[in-house]
């Protein structure tokens, strides 16, 4: 059977969590297994790569950096295909490059568009582990080297196993699966031993850590099935995959967990005028700064004025770039001003299950109540209610909903290395 693996920059900090990690890889292919490996950097090393580009230049060519940031991942490469050698079995190493990962070529951000793993296939006829540095490929068009961003090695891991017909694509991190909410604000959150790719992909998306949001929609897609496990421990961890709940005989929860998001800020546009295509030319000259909106909230006109505010929730890295576009634009729309507030959270709850079951959004936000929560923005979709909040009441809300929906457990949830990565 060929399988995927891919283990975090925690499950790789140091020499001896490598040793550790190719210990389980060997036993991995010793079981009867062709075995594919993604790679992180080692602990912190691209944020320590960041920071050394930012002390040599203040702006770096997009370029450069990524040229800069793909060598963590290949020392990690390297150096787990020699603990690998010295047990007796026989690894090879590969850039994403190398691997065949085709890239757009988008410097930072790049979207695989292509696998083509011929060097791979025929290193595991040879009986060869292969190693793949992940977060990294080669652009398409001009042949530079390109990382696909932060987190994705998820994606790599993923993508590979679907171009490689693996069995299953192995996540390991450092928790022991997917969590009800992050263990580290929730001690009680329970582990989820198998949860649908719709629901995942609402928790990725609003800020579950575990699973890099490209990675879902990949698996998704292909059809990957995606175990998330700890490489610290060997409890059985979290599948992600197709589930017919009444093929299974399985009662469909009605939540399966509750995320949270710190890295969003709002911007609130005062004094609209209150016109038709007013909106539209905010939100194109948002949408020309290549500026990703989440949530958007717009205030009753105030008729004396015939004016309104429109408020939208967006990425804090992208703040800068869309206050600037929003000056630019200002006076051809004619707003009076525009406010940024990056002290702002957002609070999921998701589950497939409050499809059919009504009072879930009275339920959460009778919770945020009695727990003291003020709510500043709300968006919901069939399976997930959002809301925005101070960011000092962040983890009081994840707290109140969790219990308020009953998932709480008895015991306590460990995170190994203290990153949930």
Known sequence: MRVVQKFGGSSVADAESIKRVARRIVSAQAG?????????????????????????????????LDMLLTAGERISAALLAMAINDLGATARSFTGSQAGVITTGTHGDARIIDITPGRIVSALAEGDVVIVAGFQGVSQTTKDVTTLGRGASDTTAVALAAALGAAYCEIYSDVDGVFTADPRIVPGARQIPQIGY????ELAANGAKILHLRCVEYARREHVPVHVRSSF??????????????????????IEGIAHDR???????????????EAADIFSAVAD???????????????????TDISFTLAQTDGARAIAALREAQERIGFV??????????????????????????????????????????STSEIRISVVVDIKDVETAVRAGHTAFGLDSEGEAVVYAGTGR
Do not use: C
């Open 198 to 201: 719709e629901d995942m992909l």
């Open 337 to 378: 001003d525009v406010l940024y507030d990056d002290q702002v959270g957002k609070v999921s709850v998701v589950g497939v299950g409050m499809r059919s079951h009504p009072g879930v959004t009275a339920r959460f936000f009778r919770a945020l109540a009695d727990a003291g929560v003020n709510i500043g923005m709300i």
């Open 32 to 64: 009867g297994n062709e075995v594919v490996v993604v790679i992180s950097a080692m602990g912190d090393t691209t944020d320590e790569l960041m920071d050394l580009a930012l002390q040599v230049s203040p702006e770096p060519r997009p370029r450069e």
């Open 263 to 277: 890295s969003e800020a709002k911007i609130t546009i005062v004094g609209v005028p209150d016109r038709v295509g």
């Open 289 to 307: 700064a290549d500026v990703n909106i989440d949530m958007i909230v717009q205030n009753v006109s105030r008729e004396h004025e015939q004016a």
């Open 233 to 254: 421990s060997d409890l059985p961890g979290t599948w992600v995959k197709d589930i017919d709940y009444e093929e299974s005989g399985m009662e469909q929860p009605l």
